[in-house]
């Protein structure tokens, strides 16, 4: 068994051929396009049911003494735009305000 340290990298082992798969949330940067799947030497070959996991969460908010607070609001803003929740909802990230 190989773990890594980060969700972003458990595909990494299977392309380097030091693994055979890897398990990871929908919203690891693997592409769901199947031709895009195959040039990246992996693909998704079993989906767990919705309700056998607790849901991921993306908390973000503004430490009490940011040396920069005003660009961090603004940061945490973004969040708020329409655009961004967009793209986040086309890109299956969850967004507990709206229940998806």
Do not use: W
Not at 4 to 29: M, N, Y
Not at 40 to 54: N, R
Not at 56 to 73: D, K, T
Not at 76 to 99: C, I, K, M, S, Y
């Amino acid at each position: 068994m190989h773990t890594v340290e980060s969700a972003k990298k458990p595909h990494a082992p299977v392309k380097k051929g030091e693994a055979d798969a890897a398990f990871s949330f929908r919203t690891c940067p693997l592409p769901e396009d199947p031709s895009k799947s195959a040039a990246a030497k992996g693909s998704i070959v079993q989906e767990l049911p919705g309700d056998s996991y607790d849901q991921a969460s993306i908390i973000v908010g503004v430490l009490r003494n940011a040396p920069r607070a005003q660009a961090a609001a603004e940061f945490v803003r973004f969040f708020d735009e329409p655009a961004t929740r967009q793209l986040f909802a086309a890109n299956h990230f969850p967004d507990e305000r709206t229940g998806n």
